[in-house]
């Protein structure tokens, strides 16, 4: 699926084109894009493509750090984009004095919860789950059993990212990422002996189904005992070297998929571990970010980061740049998503001025307000403000009270609400 690169030729005429590429900026951008043999030909224009691309890789093979991993080794290149965007996540999802994201502390729970929630769900659905995102928060929100294979993966995954910021502080062994991936797959892969097992074959290829084209062959089942304990040293242990969190993170999310060491859910057993770092390592905002979100609608470029790097030498480069734009991206989605709430808040302020009326049953009656087809039930609000059920139960009651719901009995023990038909008659004489 992608073209190879010419060899790498370390003659003497590299040097004096790169310095003269170096001072002309056409080496940096390059660089910072982190950009494979398949884009950088284009940009040659008073030399060769071939050129070009030797004064690119020379630049790189100069200024690379190494790993390894069993018996492979892997290298990258820190770039000024890469440490720009670092200092940037630094300063604002790091840190113990709090962010300048504006989360205000009573609300921390709640967008947590709702972060948990989407990151489940883009997560799943990159591996094939097929539901929709509101039937998905509506199942978890009201703690629904799931009903087929997709909705299992989702609320898996929720569970998961539970499981994991309850220990974020922890170290992680082997036996934890079997049992990560035993969460991870519960009732949703074809041999049910294989949840929360390595693989003891090697059967396993990561494979594009569109030509039926093997793109990615992993090691042999008899190294992932090496890859696994030096992956959960490397993931445990400062280096003699410092490598910055972040990086490590993204190299931790690139390796589980390399190394590929089940038969199933490697991506999100990657994914799951990436969070566990991050949030072991400080990065508190993480908690807040649905990173799958993006790589889901960057699904093509998340790929082929995983071939550029593997094509090119195990160069991590092309995988650790995607992975901080996506965080860059994702760190933006969560300023709008925030923004976008704190005005929902600001709006529902009206409802506060009726009488008996209070903050969460305000954001109900904004809700309902806004959209009239919308069925409350106590287990959804339960979720959506992280309240008791007798709390829940009691506002939403008071609201029938008010005239504002009416109530639909489900069975003896449960009941919906609804929009009631008086609802805009009893608003317009309560804010009069």
Same mark, same amino acid.
């Given at each position: /699926?992608?073209?190879?690169?010419?060899?790498? &030729?370390? &003659?003497?005429?590299?040097?004096?084109?790169?310095?003269?590429?170096?001072?002309?900026?056409?080496?940096?951008?390059?660089?910072?894009?982190?950009?494979?043999?398949?884009?950088?030909?284009?940009?040659?224009?008073?030399?060769?493509?071939?050129?070009?691309?030797?004064?690119?890789?020379?630049?790189?093979?100069?200024?690379?750090?190494?790993?390894?991993? !069993?018996?492979?080794?892997?290298?990258?290149?820190?770039?000024?984009?890469?440490?720009?965007?670092?200092?940037?996540?630094?300063?604002?999802?790091? !840190?113990?004095?709090?962010? +300048?994201?504006?989360?205000?502390?009573?609300?921390k729970t709640k967008f947590m919860i709702s972060s948990i929630m989407e990151e489940a769900i883009s997560s799943s659905q990159m591996e094939g789950a097929s539901t929709t995102r509101k039937k998905a928060k509506e199942m978890i929100q009201q703690e629904k059993k799931p009903r087929n294979k997709s909705e299992q993966m989702i609320m898996n995954n929720y569970i998961t990212m539970k499981h994991i910021i309850q220990l974020k502080s922890d170290e992680i062994s082997p036996e934890k990422i079997l049992y990560l991936h035993k969460l991870i797959t519960n009732g949703t892969l074809d041999d049910i002996e294989d949840e929360g097992m390595f693989r003891n074959n090697n059967d396993v290829h990561v494979v594009n189904h569109v030509k039926s084209e093997i793109v990615h062959t992993p090691p042999s089942h008899e190294e992932l005992n090496d890859l696994i304990k030096d992956l959960c040293d490397?993931?445990? +242990?400062? $280096?003699?070297?410092?490598?910055?969190?972040?990086?490590?993170?993204?190299?931790?999310?690139?390796?589980? !998929?390399?190394?590929?060491?089940?038969?199933?859910?490697?991506?999100?057993?990657?994914?799951?571990?990436?969070?566990?770092? /991050?949030?072991?390592?400080?990065?508190?905002?993480?908690?807040?970010?649905?990173?799958?979100?993006?790589?889901?609608?960057?699904?093509?470029?998340?790929?082929?980061?995983?071939?550029?790097?593997?094509?090119?030498?195990?160069?991590?480069?092309?995988?650790?740049?995607?992975?901080?734009?996506? /965080?860059?991206?994702?760190?933006?989605?969560?300023?709008?998503?925030? !923004?976008?709430?704190?005005?929902?808040?600001?709006?529902?302020?009206?409802?506060?001025?009726?009488?008996?009326? $209070?903050?969460? /049953?305000?954001?109900?009656?904004?809700?309902? +307000?806004?959209?009239?087809?919308?069925?409350?039930?106590?287990?959804?609000?339960?979720?959506?403000?992280?309240?008791?059920?007798?709390?829940?139960?009691?506002?939403?009651?008071?609201?029938?009270?008010?005239?504002?719901?009416?109530?639909?009995?489900?069975?003896?023990?449960?009941?919906?609400?609804?929009?009631?038909?008086?609802?805009?008659?009893?608003?317009?004489?309560?804010?009069?």
């Amino acid at each position: /699926m992608i073209e190879l690169a010419p060899i790498f &030729n370390n &003659n003497s005429d590299v040097i004096p084109l790169m310095v003269r590429l170096q001072s002309q900026g056409v080496i940096k951008n390059i660089q910072d894009d982190y950009l494979y043999w398949d884009k950088v030909k284009y940009k040659a224009k008073d030399c060769t493509p071939e050129e070009l691309w030797n004064a690119v890789k020379f630049f790189r093979h100069l200024r690379s750090t190494e790993l390894r991993f !069993g018996n492979y080794r892997f290298n990258y290149l820190i770039t000024d984009y890469m440490q720009r965007a670092l200092h940037q996540f630094d300063l604002h999802i790091g !840190g113990n004095l709090g962010s +300048n994201v504006g989360i205000a502390e009573t609300d921390k729970t709640k967008f947590m919860i709702s972060s948990i929630m989407e990151e489940a769900i883009s997560s799943s659905q990159m591996e094939g789950a097929s539901t929709t995102r509101k039937k998905a928060k509506e199942m978890i929100q009201q703690e629904k059993k799931p009903r087929n294979k997709s909705e299992q993966m989702i609320m898996n995954n929720y569970i998961t990212m539970k499981h994991i910021i309850q220990l974020k502080s922890d170290e992680i062994s082997p036996e934890k990422i079997l049992y990560l991936h035993k969460l991870i797959t519960n009732g949703t892969l074809d041999d049910i002996e294989d949840e929360g097992m390595f693989r003891n074959n090697n059967d396993v290829h990561v494979v594009n189904h569109v030509k039926s084209e093997i793109v990615h062959t992993p090691p042999s089942h008899e190294e992932l005992n090496d890859l696994i304990k030096d992956l959960c040293d490397f993931f445990n +242990n400062d $280096n003699q070297n410092f490598i910055h969190p972040i990086i490590k993170g993204c190299i931790i999310h690139f390796m589980i !998929g390399w190394i590929h060491p089940f038969s199933d859910g490697n991506g999100r057993t990657a994914r799951a571990l990436f969070y566990w770092y /991050m949030l072991k390592r400080g990065y508190w905002l993480t908690e807040y970010l649905s990173i799958s979100r993006i790589i889901k609608d960057t699904k093509a470029q998340y790929e082929k980061a995983y071939l550029y790097s593997e094509v090119d030498g195990n160069d991590l480069g092309y995988f650790i740049t995607y992975h901080i734009k996506t /965080m860059e991206k994702a760190y933006a989605a969560l300023k709008e998503y925030i !923004g976008r709430k704190q005005r929902e808040v600001i709006q529902a302020a009206k409802f506060l001025k009726i009488p008996s009326v $209070n903050e969460r /049953m305000a954001q109900i009656l904004k809700v309902i +307000n806004d959209d009239s087809d919308r069925v409350l039930n106590i287990k959804g609000i339960e979720s959506r403000f992280n309240v008791s059920n007798f709390t829940a139960r009691t506002d939403l009651k008071a609201l029938v009270k008010l005239g504002f719901l009416e109530v639909i009995q489900v069975n003896k023990k449960k009941q919906n609400f609804i929009k009631s038909d008086n609802f805009d008659r009893v608003l317009k004489k309560n804010l009069q």
